[in-house]
C-alpha cells in the first residue's frame, strides 16, 4: 500500500556531512510518526530520531545536536540532516512511516563513515 524510497548514504569522513531522504508514496491516507532508525553489525535497531504529525520531535541520546529530523506533509518526505559525523555512526538507516495503524520500512540506506 505505502512504498518508502531512501537515498542519501555514502561513505564519509569523520566530521562531515549527510543529508538522508525518504519518500513515501502509494496509497496514503494520513501519516502520523515518521521516523530514521539505524543498525549495525551485531547490534539491535535502535531510533534515531522521530518526528511526530503534529511537528514534536525526539532524538537517540547520542545524536543529539549532530542529526535533525524534518519532514514536509504535503510531499511525504521525511530528511535527516546528519552533521559531525563520528565513526560510530556507521550503520544501515532505516526508513520508517507509520500510516493508519500501519507501519512500512524501507529498505535501507548505509552510511559508513571512516576515522
Known amino acids: 500500500q505505502v512504498q518508502l524510497v531512501e537515498s542519501g548514504g555514502g561513505l564519509v569522513q569523520a566530521g562531515g556531512s549527510l543529508r538522508l531522504s525518504c519518500a513515501a508514496s502509494?496509497?496514503?491516507?494520513?501519516?502520523?510518526?515518521m521516523a530514521w532508525y539505524r543498525q549495525a553489525p551485531g547490534k539491535q535497531r535502535e531510533l534515531v530520531a522521530a518526528?511526530?504529525?503534529?511537528?514534536?520531535?525526539n532524538y537517540a541520546d547520542s545524536v543529539k545536536g549532530r542529526f535533525t529530523i524534518s519532514r514536509d506533509n504535503a510531499k511525504n518526505t521525511v530528511d535527516l540532516q546528519i552533521d559531525g559525523l563520528k565513526p560510530e555512526d556507521t550503520a544501515v538507516y532505516l526508513c520508517?512511516?507509520?500510516?493508519?495503524?500501519?507501519?512500512?520500512w524501507g529498505k535501507g540506506t548505509q552510511v559508513t563513515v571512516s576515522s
Open positions: 520508517n512511516v507509520n500510516e493508519y495503524r500501519r507501519d512500512y
Open positions: 518526528i511526530r504529525s503534529g511537528g514534536s520531535t
Open positions: 502509494g496509497s496514503i491516507f494520513s501519516i502520523n510518526t
